[in-house]
């Protein structure tokens, strides 16, 4: 089919139409410190060397660096770490030369309200999963994040939950899931995606069905709550990875060949120390052949309208993935619902 | 294209199923590399032209 036919149904071109309005932002990522309280099994940032640079911590040369990045037409940022909320004068510099963007965050120590990026927040299980997963730097168990995480962003609208989906914690999001909701809060859903050489015993590989199944029932239990959709619940739990489903658009990949267009003309993944690697993408260091990232899918999913003007179906799908995506990342967007049913 | 004609990403999308379309050319996503400015796009189109 054609995208004018497509079109041509009332509620696919509005969708359109809606989500079209978003496709200005050109983002780019910056690991604002390589300090954590927790040590996440898996973490994409503690793998390779990302961590091992010394850090800028001078708000003004964070404020320089965005102002260039404003130049060359960057309009969307995303603060990751380490854990982003132990350098606040680094955030509040960032927020106030470039004011759309997301921190991703542990979510145990609260970023202050006047900094209006999007949050997201990091679940990784319930309270017999998290402290396992998710230890202290120095080895012992850690925290049971949510509890914390719920207390310190009470009636916070920037916040959006992460559930990352591993190989052990398929059953743990039902308790999860409730504590959110009961809290008001939205939830998105993340799967665990193994690092290059990693060998964690949380990678999935039999339980991505049930993974799927378990996304698809929170849809249908909370349907305010988990900000997802059908189309989102397929891709990310595919035997074959995002890349390997629609190639990848970021310099790393491409680099290598794959597609030389979109994203890969502008992203940069800055260090800590304000360097940044020619080969970038939005999680460093993960194995290709094992990426369901939310992050990455947000990028490589979007990018590939060229492949869902096959059938109305897909069409469906795709325009639910993008709706999911600027809902997750655009404080204040209000995801529609969704036009895709599962086959 | 994205300087050419201040496009962003989707209309640059657009813009390649719009020329597969009205050009048959096949255009495939290796393609898309290729396409950098509107100079760029009448050269490919004018090399598919002289192939068919």
Redesign the interface.
């Known amino acids: 089919m ?3 036919t497509l079109l041509k149904v009332p509620e696919l071109e509005e969708r359109y139409r809606k989500v ?1 309005k978003y ?2 932002l050109r983002e780019s990522a910056y690991d604002v410190t390589s300090t954590c309280q927790l040590r996440c099994d898996g973490c994409y940032y503690f793998e390779g060397d990302k961590y091992k640079v010394k850090d800028c911590k001078d708000p003004e040369a964070w404020r320089e660096l965005l102002q260039r990045e404003r130049d060359r037409g960057i309009t969307y940022v995303n603060l990751a770490g380490a854990e982003p909320s132990l350098v606040p004068q680094v955030l509040r510099a960032c927020y106030e030369t470039i004011p759309l963007g997301t921190i991703f965050t542990n979510g145990l120590r609260k970023i202050h309200p006047d900094i209006r990026y999007r949050l997201h927040l990091s679940v990784w299980g319930d309270g017999t999963g998290d402290p396992i997963y998710r230890r202290y730097a120095g080895g012992r168990a850690g925290p049971y994040c949510l509890p914390i995480q719920l207390k310190n962003y009470k009636n916070d609208d920037r916040v959006i939950f992460v559930y990352t989906f591993n190989g052990d914690n398929v059953d743990q999001v039902k308790e999860v899931l409730k504590h959110i909701h009961d809290h008001g809060h939205k939830v998105t859903f993340n799967v665990f995606s193994t690092p290059e050489g990693n060998r964690s015993t949380l990678k999935l590989s039999d339980t991505l069905r049930r993974t799927q199944d378990k996304m698809v029932e929170a849809m249908e239990r909370y349907p305010d709550t988990v900000v997802y959709s059908h189309y989102n619940a397929e891709v990310h739990t595919q035997p074959v990875s995002l890349r390997g489903q629609f ?1 990848c658009p970021y310099p790393r990949a491409a680099m290598e060949g794959s ?5 890969g ?1 502008s992203f940069r993944n800055y260090q800590a120390d304000l360097g940044y690697s020619a080969a970038s993408c939005c999680v460093p260091d993960t194995d290709c052949t094992d990426c369901r990232h939310y992050a990455a899918g947000s990028a490589i999913v979007t ?1 590939r ?2 492949l869902h ?1 096959k059938s109305e179906q897909l069409f469906r799908g795709w325009l639910d993935y993008v709706d999911t995506y600027l809902a997750i990342w655009i404080l204040g967007y209000q995801k529609s619902e969704n036009l895709y049913s599962a086959h | 294209l994205f300087d050419d004609l201040g496009l962003d990403s989707l209309d640059l999308l657009e813009f390649y199923l719009r020329l597969d379309e009205e050009f048959n050319v096949n255009l495939t996503e290796d393609d898309y590399p290729k396409l950098t400015s509107v100079e760029a796009t009448t050269a490919y189109l004018k090399a598919k032209a002289a192939h068919q």
């Open positions: 054609s995208l004018p079209k496709f200005f190639r597609m030389q267009f979109g994203i003309a990018a309208l060229d003007t």
